[in-house]
């Protein structure tokens, strides 16, 4: 919604502007088709060539998810949290091997379901069910899955960065096809330097026009979606931290309501519930 809206506010003022000055829009909307397929196409194409197929398609996912309101929010948080809390606190009463057939099935864990918001999320559920099952084996110490759950991250980061570093590219390849399209209706111009004055400067105008589409498309549109694509993945990656830094604590002895609370104080301000709000969420869910 505010990415329609801002850029509805850059487009008024800009055009808007450029109308109240006296500027003639004609020979802007007369030029900008051939001008945007110039730039757009070569664009694109470029864009193509520059990325694997993988990234390509996850730019195109995350530019969906940048005209959709953020699924982080304090009311996601809170569930995840109670989620926590449900499991460490069935693993404390009653050993860790009771939570081994959520651990193995969370799609039919009642615990998992209770909690359909984040008990539904694939790579959410992925990434707790791997560690509680490592956690159930024994078999590693909490240095060492910390280590796992750092690398995890790591490549998590690296994954979704590659579509925002790829916008980005974009972004900055946008002012040169401009340049490209302008220098094409430069040469367009010179071979009709027989017209009169007027045709010229029509003809010059359009060719300007190229230059002014490439630099408003590349800071107008592309890299402010790949600057709030990237504010997206890293939401995304605070989920992960939340939930690593509350399965450590408990792995270090904490009961299951300190536990979460270091998971809590992991969370952005802005999306953090408080100690009241999650405690009567947890209390509420029981």
Request: net charge negative.
């Amino acid at each position: 919604m505010f990415v329609i809206v801002g850029w509805l506010v850059a487009m008024g003022c800009i055009f808007g502007v450029f109308i109240a000055h006296g500027g003639n829009i004609g020979v802007v909307l007369h030029a900008l088709p051939f001008e945007f397929i110039t730039i757009f196409g070569a664009a694109f194409g470029a864009f193509l060539a520059n990325n694997q197929m993988k990234v390509v398609k996850g730019a195109m996912k995350g530019l969906g998810t940048c005209f959709k309101g953020s699924k982080f929010s304090k009311a996601r948080y809170m569930e995840l949290l109670a989620l926590m809390y449900d499991i460490l606190q069935k693993a404390r009463k009653e050993g860790l091997m009771s939570i081994e057939k959520d651990v193995e099935d969370p799609h039919s864990s009642p615990l998992f379901q209770k909690y359909p918001t984040v008990g539904n999320d694939h790579h959410v559920t992925e990434f707790i069910t791997d560690y509680l099952r490592m956690m159930v084996s024994g078999n590693l110490n909490a240095h060492e899955i910390e280590s796992l759950m750092d690398a995890e991250i790591e490549t998590h980061h690296q994954e979704e960065h590659a579509a925002v570093a790829a916008l980005n590219r974009l972004a900055g390849g946008l002012p040169a096809f401009g340049i490209v399209a302008a220098v094409l209706g430069v040469v367009n111009t010179m071979g009709s330097v027989g017209q009169p004055p007027a045709v010229l400067g029509g003809m010059i105008g359009s060719a300007l026009v190229g230059t002014f589409l490439g630099i408003l498309l590349a800071y107008g549109f592309a890299e402010p979606l790949a600057g709030l694509l990237e504010q997206k993945v890293e939401d995304a990656g605070k989920e992960l931290q939340c939930i690593k830094t509350t399965l450590l604590a408990s792995m270090q002895g904490y009961a299951p309501q300190v536990a979460i609370e270091f998971g809590r104080k992991v969370l952005y301000s802005g999306d953090r519930p408080s100690f009241t709000e999650l405690e009567s969420h947890v209390k509420g869910k029981k």
